[in-house]
């Protein structure tokens, strides 16, 4: 029997027949020969079909083929170092096709479409090269991701999508009816995920987030994966450390595992290549004193050249301090110690300075900003509940969250690493849309 093959193992098969299933993204070619640019999911190739081999009425019905139609593809394979595709330098030259069905026209075409009509097209616009390059880098992240930490003894614990209150601000929050409750949609699993280390000791959650942000960027989506690990007895020095290993292991696996599809997005690896530990680390207030330097110096920054803003102590960074800021360092830059006031209420404060807590974000080089965002967190149930009180959030509802520093609090720590940050910047593309297959952004809920 032929075997069936995926295109992605083309290799292992050099002069044997072989079957391929898949859909016809090109054909060109005129007189007795077609070549058709196949791909199958895993890969693509050439497919070479020939009028004296598939026989006058075969090969008419292969000139009627469109974009988009669905075959089974009989052939043998051959070695030719010049052949276009996914791996590429194989072709097949076809004995036999079987045509599934002739697709309608399709809507995408080679020319350039504008970004509106590709993501009302979404649904279909998952199919070209450069969307499939970017899909099979965050399915390899996201096993990265888990073998990194599966192989260390995190364990996975799922953490609830309905909530009763809110675990990162009140501002970014999709309210919902919970049978005629008020509920919300998870913006982070770590509250929960802490409970889970007094269980498990060190654990994680790797799901879907949601928050409304108001505003429209190229780094926030209204729905996005995040991976949040939890470290029991792990202090912030700790914790900064285990994040630059993870980090590093998901970047050179990437690079390693995603070679081709890296090469057909066109990116320039280099930087990336550097992404080892240790990272550098600077606190907040050492970081504003290099903002108003820059501000003095009258710096720039891309994407638009815009001049840097100076910033008051006390404030959040805005995109372009971030990407000023990375773009000091040949890797990826820990900030820490940031002002409490621009943080979330479980923060544990830096003792003696309690203005400044023991928080770090994770900024990536080239302008990808914040991937993570992590903290030693508050241990002590009275100083967790007047946080609690501070900001004004309902007291019940973290009745449970402060009552865990009640039986064995101990020191604990971890971060959540924005998977869609993260995918962007390995594959170097501009907007977050891009980097999961069907984006939610402020407007757009469809496809
Ligand atoms: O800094 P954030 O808000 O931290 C937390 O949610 C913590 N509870 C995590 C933890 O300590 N367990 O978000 C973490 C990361 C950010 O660094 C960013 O990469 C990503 O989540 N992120 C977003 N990604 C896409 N769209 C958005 N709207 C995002 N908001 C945050
Ligand atoms: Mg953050």
Not at 45 to 59: E, H, I, K
Not at 126 to 151: F, H, P
Not at 395 to 417: C, D, K, T
Request: glycine share 8%.
């Amino acid at each position: 029997m032929t075997p069936l093959i995926r295109i992605c193992d083309v290799k292992e098969y050099i002069g044997e027949t072989v079957q391929v299933r898949g859909w016809l993204q090109r054909r060109t070619g005129k007189g007795k020969i077609n070549f058709l640019r196949v791909r199958d999911g895993s890969g693509s190739f050439q497919a070479v079909a020939f009028r004296p081999t598939l026989g006058d009425d075969l090969f008419a019905q292969v000139k009627s083929l469109t974009t988009e139609s669905s075959l089974l593809l009989t052939g043998v394979i051959k070695a030719d170092e010049r052949a276009p595709g996914i791996p590429g330098g194989y072709e097949m030259d076809v004995c036999d096709i079987e045509i599934v069905q002739i697709a309608e026209p399709y809507p995408i075409t080679p020319k350039e479409h504008g970004i509106e009509f590709l993501l009302d097209n979404r649904h279909l616009w998952l199919r070209s090269n450069r969307q499939w390059a970017i899909a099979r880098v965050r399915t390899t992240v996201i096993r990265a991701i888990r073998d990194w930490l599966d192989d260390r003894g995190f364990m996975n614990v799922d953490t609830p999508i309905l909530t009763p209150a809110a675990g990162e601000g009140t501002t970014t929050l999709f309210e919902i009816d919970y049978h005629g409750v008020p509920a919300f949609l998870a913006q982070t699993g770590q509250l929960y995920n802490e409970a889970n280390i007094f269980a498990f000791g060190k654990v994680y959650c790797f799901g879907p987030t949601f928050r409304a942000e108001k505003s429209k960027t190229r780094r926030h989506l209204q729905e996005f994966w995040m991976v949040e690990p939890e470290i029991a007895f792990c202090k912030l020095e700790e914790l900064l450390q285990i994040e630059e290993q993870f980090v590093s292991y998901v970047v050179q696996t990437t690079l390693q595992k995603c070679a081709a599809e890296l090469q057909l997005l066109e990116r320039d690896t280099g930087l990336l290549q550097n992404v080892k530990p240790p990272f550098p680390r600077i606190s907040y207030d050492e970081a504003v004193e290099k903002i108003h330097a820059a501000v003095q110096a009258g710096v720039t920054v891309p994407p638009n050249d815009e001049a840097l803003a100076d910033i008051v102590w006390g404030e959040d960074f805005g995109a372009p301090h971030e990407t000023y800021l990375a773009s000091q360092f040949d890797r990826p830059l820990f900030v820490t110690h940031y002002p409490t006031v621009c943080k979330a209420f479980y923060m544990e404060p830096e003792p003696g300075r309690p203005e400044v807590c023991r928080s770090a974000d994770l900024l990536a080089p080239e302008g990808y900003g914040e991937i993570i965002g992590g903290s030693e967190r508050m241990s002590d149930p009275d100083m967790l509940l007047a946080a609690i009180e501070k900001q004004k959030l309902p007291q019940e509802a973290y009745h449970w969250y402060i009552e865990l520093r009640r039986y064995g609090s101990v020191p604990h720590s971890g971060f959540g690493l924005g998977l869609e940050r993260t995918v962007s910047w390995l594959t170097g593309i501009s907007h977050l849309r891009e980097a999961i297959a069907f984006p939610r952004t402020l407007g757009r809920l469809t496809p």
